[in-house]
């Protein structure tokens, strides 16, 4: 696809359920990033990705969030048992190799009701 | 203290005017740093890229780096409406992957 595409949009859900949400990087990055934005505040590093393997997980929050990267393409970021401190927008970004321009998707808004 | 300190507004003015927008840091390990504009419900779009200190002149826009101050600031000059979202200064050091970002300050451009 032409630019990052994050899905769902919007995800409303009930507190203690599992989400799972999908980022689809530009072909051919091989650096994938997850980022968290609470409201009003700056982003907040969750994890990353250089191919499939994620050599740093220290940025996730609690062992309630797991990644993972398929195919050098497609991610997904799980949170289990929602909690209401987890409504944020989840940013993704990806670059073409790490350290080289960003590119983010539009972000999923996830509210735990 | 947060890495990145960044004021976060709002900040509103006329149309016309010159902004300036600043961030400090504390980590003198950084060399890159950017700025982001980010409008309301869209991701973050890459505005400036710089590493190390000086200046950098794109268009509109002017990004500078102090690194013996750790400041770094973002000048718009002849502000226009569609100007108006938040903006992010971001910052990594040599090697690294995580970038450090700024709450981000929000800036209003008055018709």
């Known amino acids: 696809g032409a630019g990052v595409s994050q899905s769902p949009s919007n995800k409303v859900t009930e507190k203690g359920k599992d989400v799972e949400l999908r980022c689809d990087p530009i072909?051919?990055?091989?650096?994938l990033y997850w980022y968290r934005q609470r409201l009003g505040q700056g982003l907040e590093f969750l994890i990353y990705f250089q191919g499939n393997s994620a050599p740093d997980k220290s940025g996730l929050p609690s062992d309630r969030f797991s990644a993972e990267r398929t195919g050098e393409s497609v991610s997904t970021l799980t949170i289990q048992r929602t909690q209401q401190e987890d409504s944020a927008v989840y940013l993704c970004?990806?670059?073409?190799?790490?350290?080289?321009?960003?590119?983010f998707g539009q972000g999923t808004r996830l509210t735990v009701v | 203290q947060k890495e990145v300190e960044q004021d976060p507004g709002p900040l509103s003015v006329p149309e016309g005017a010159i902004v300036s927008l600043n961030c400090t840091y504390s980590?003198?390990?950084?060399?890159?740093f950017m700025w982001y504009r980010q409008y309301s419900r869209k991701g973050p779009e890459l505005l400036m890229y710089?590493?190390?200190?000086g200046n950098k002149e794109d268009g509109r826009f002017t990004a500078q780096v102090d690194k013996s101050s750790k400041y770094i600031s973002l000048f718009i000059r002849d502000s226009q409406p569609s100007d108006s979202a938040t903006y992010l200064c971001?910052?990594?050091?040599?090697?690294?992957?995580?970038?450090?970002f700024g709450a981000g300050t929000r800036l209003f451009v008055k018709a």
């Open positions: 971001a910052m990594r050091g040599t090697g690294g992957f995580k970038t450090i």
């Open positions: 970004a990806s670059s073409l190799v790490v350290q080289a321009e960003a590119f």
């Open positions: 072909s051919g990055h091989t650096a």
């Open positions: 980590n003198s390990a950084f060399q890159y």
């Open positions: 710089t590493y190390s200190s």
